[in-house]
């Protein structure tokens, strides 16, 4: 399997050490194409992958061309691309905002594939949302899976207005767990815990609640109640907590988040 990556940013980085590391690929297999020399370099020295900065260099003979470009540079890089894609290579992007039809009316190609990863993916531990146009052939799909499962968890979704779901929800949801781990540090820390052991006991809380809904399958209400004693302290806390508009401040953030990203794809 060949995979091309247009951009060798953070994810694309992401997303080529997971299928080296799982062996979906080979370096002597993955074309990474990016602007900065620099960059190009380093990729090419830690990871051996071969590197250029020509585009339409990168996706010739491709089986998997990844768009992985800031949004900016998106309409210009697909203007450069447009006919040096061949009708036969799919095109994944994890481009945010850019929509199928932007992607696919600007390259003349109706083999694109569009997905929202998540920062975790870094470490293996990410979550990865993903679409398709009926022309993607199952085959490309299964390539396509396997190539964000190196990422962690990867979903596919029946419908594009998901993926923008996915954009308000997992795409920007560690920035709203890690401002939920950063508050309660300093709750910690207020009441006269140092920093190092607030961030120990809360990391691990988080890391060990995640856990037990993934593997016991109770919803979190469920498991809420099990914590909460009547008149305990963590009904106390929650009250509170539900006073001051957590639970809504949390819903139109991620709303907020989604609308943003239909936005985008709107260019607006």
Avoid: C
């Avoid at 996706?59 to 768009?67: F, K, Y």
């Avoid at 199928?100 to 190609?109: K, P, S, T, V």
Wanted: net charge negative; glycine share 12%; hydrophobic share 45%.
């Amino acid at each position: 399997m060949k995979l091309a990556f247009i951009g060798g940013g953070v994810m694309a980085e992401a997303i080529l050490a997971g299928v080296l590391r799982d062996k979906v690929n080979a370096p002597g297999d993955t074309m990474v194409s990016d602007v900065i020399k620099p960059r190009l370099e380093d990729l090419r020295d830690r990871y051996g992958v071969l590197v250029t900065g020509d585009n339409s260099a990168a996706v010739e003979g491709a089986d998997l061309v990844i768009l992985s470009v800031k949004p900016q540079n998106l309409p210009e890089v697909l203007d450069g691309l447009k006919g040096a894609v061949t009708s036969s290579q799919p095109v994944l992007s994890i481009v945010a905002g850019a929509t199928i039809g932007f992607i696919a009316n600007r390259l003349n190609h109706q083999m694109v594939i569009r997905a929202m990863p998540n920062t975790p993916g870094q470490l293996g531990e990410g979550a990865s949302a993903w679409t398709a146009t009926e022309s993607v052939s199952d085959i490309a799909k299964s390539l396509a899976g396997k190539v964000l499962s190196s990422l962690g968890k990867q979903i596919y979704l029946p419908t594009e207005k998901l993926i923008d779901v996915a954009t308000g929800l997992s795409g920007s949801g560690p920035a709203y767990v890690f401002l939920f781990i950063e508050a309660l540090i300093d709750a910690g820390v207020y009441l006269g815990m140092s920093r190092d052991t607030a961030q120990a006991l809360i990391v691990q809380t988080v890391l060990g609640s995640a856990r037990m809904v993934e593997v016991t399958g109770r919803s979190p209400s469920v498991l809420k109640d099990q914590v909460t004693s009547p008149g305990g302290t963590t009904a106390e806390a929650l009250l509170v907590m539900e006073g001051e508009g957590l639970r809504t401040a949390i819903m139109n953030g991620v709303i907020a988040a989604y609308e943003k990203s239909v936005a985008l794809g709107l260019g607006k």
